[in-house]
C-alpha cells in the first residue's frame, strides 16, 4: 500500500476567523505532525486549496499550515477534490492507492472528496482530530460512519 496525506482547504476565508478557538490549534498540531510523518517517509503531501473563482489573499493557506516545497499543490473550485482537478492523475503518478484526509469542512469538502476518493477506487480514511467541522454534529457524522485513522497508526504504517 502507498499512502498519501490530502490536506483541504485550510485557507484564510474558511477557517481564518476561528484561530482564538482550542480546537484551531489542537486540529493544526494533528494537521502539521502528519504532514511531518508523511515528508519524512517520502510520501506525498498534497495542499488542496478552493479557489471559488478567485485566488486572492483570503484563499491562501492559514499561516499556522507549515508547508513545505516537496507539497503538491492542487486548485478546486467545486467540493469535491478529485472533481476537474488533476488530484486523481497526481495520485495515479504517484503510485498512490489509499488517502489519508484532513481539512475543512467535515461537511463538506472532507466529506465529498472522501467519497471521491473511494468512487474512484482509492482507499480512504480520515484523521482522526485533524478535521475542521462547521457544526459538531458534523464532525460526529464523520466519526461514526466512516473510516478513521490516528496519528499513532500512521506512525506505524510509515515506519514498517
Not at 12 to 36: D, L, Q, S, V
Request: overall charge negative.
Amino acid at each position: 500500500m502507498n499512502i498519501g496525506l490530502l490536506i483541504i482547504d485550510v485557507q484564510k476565508a474558511f477557517i481564518g476567523h476561528r484561530k482564538g478557538e482550542k480546537e484551531y490549534h489542537n486540529t493544526f498540531e494533528y494537521i502539521n505532525e502528519t504532514a511531518t510523518l508523511f515528508r519524512k517517509a517520502g510520501k506525498s503531501v498534497i495542499i488542496v486549496r478552493d479557489i471559488e473563482g478567485g485566488n486572492d489573499d483570503t484563499y491562501q493557506n492559514v499561516e499556522e499550515l507549515i508547508v513545505e516545497d516537496s507539497d503538491i499543490e492542487v486548485l478546486k473550485e467545486f467540493s469535491n477534490s478529485f472533481w476537474k482537478t488533476n488530484l486523481e492523475t497526481i495520485l495515479k503518478e504517484k503510485n498512490v492507492d489509499f488517502v489519508v484526509l484532513c481539512g475543512n469542512a467535515a461537511e463538506y469538502c472532507v466529506l465529498a472528496t472522501y467519497n471521491g476518493a473511494i468512487e474512484r477506487g482509492f482507499g480512504a480514511a480520515m484523521l482522526q482530530h485533524g478535521i475542521f467541522a462547521n457544526h459538531t454534529n458534523g464532525l460526529v457524522d464523520i466519526y461514526n460512519n466512516r473510516a478513521l485513522i490516528s496519528y499513532e497508526v500512521i506512525s506505524y504504517m510509515l515506519d514498517n
